[in-house]
């Protein structure tokens, strides 16, 4: 079924080819799910080999066939930095939960403090901006409860983090799939997969 968006080349028969790559996301991300309520640093180590996989698995689809019209680069730079991401992460597991403690935690404080703001702002064109402001406030909670808190700060916002992770992770990965399923069984129908 050669041109056109099902045929040789179309975006969706491109991604058909390369079901597999939903399905071994799916597969990771599932075991990283359950890893992050298990045990916290191997949680951290396996989002490394998670980054690691991810890395090269977009290397390949960036230097694989590309639907026409689109480029191969975003593919490849994402590759790129997930493979520096995983080697940071598994060369010292516990400064990579760390750093991504302190990360996220500082995000949230960020985050907070514009939702409150932006509350403020929205508040005579908008009912219930308290909702907005009170997201903002547990925002900047658990932000300053990482930073005052000290290692112990860190260590309940790591597992704050990777419980919360797990259960996204898992969700994500069961949705990952299904989607892997249904591309491929898509392929089969347009001839992209035997």
Do not use: C, H
Request: hydrophobic content about 60%; proline content about 4%.
């Amino acid at each position: 079924m050669p041109g056109g968006p099902l045929g040789e080349g179309g975006i969706a028969f491109e991604l058909a080819k390369k079901w597999w790559v939903l399905a071994l996301r799916g597969v990771l991300l599932i075991i990283m799910g359950l890893l992050a309520f298990v045990n916290p640093l191997i949680w951290v180590t396996f989002v490394g080999v998670y980054m690691l996989i991810d890395g090269v698995s977009m290397l390949f689809s960036g230097f694989g066939p590309q639907p026409m019209g689109q480029s191969r680069w975003p593919l490849i730079i994402i590759g790129i930095l997930g493979i520096i991401a995983g080697l940071i992460v598994l060369i010292n597991p516990v400064l990579g939960g760390i750093t991504l403690t302190v990360v996220i935690a500082a995000w949230a404080v960020v985050t907070g403090i514009l939702e409150i703001i932006a509350a403020i702002r929205l508040r005579e064109e908008i009912d219930n901006e308290w909702w907005l402001i009170l997201t903002g406030i547990l925002a900047i909670i658990f932000g300053v409860l990482v930073f005052t808190g000290g290692i112990n700060g860190i260590i309940a916002g790591a597992l704050a983090i990777s419980w919360v992770f797990g259960i996204f992770a898992i969700l994500a990965g069961i949705f990952s799939l299904a989607l892997a399923f249904r591309v491929r069984d898509f392929g089969t129908r347009i001839g992209a997969v035997r």
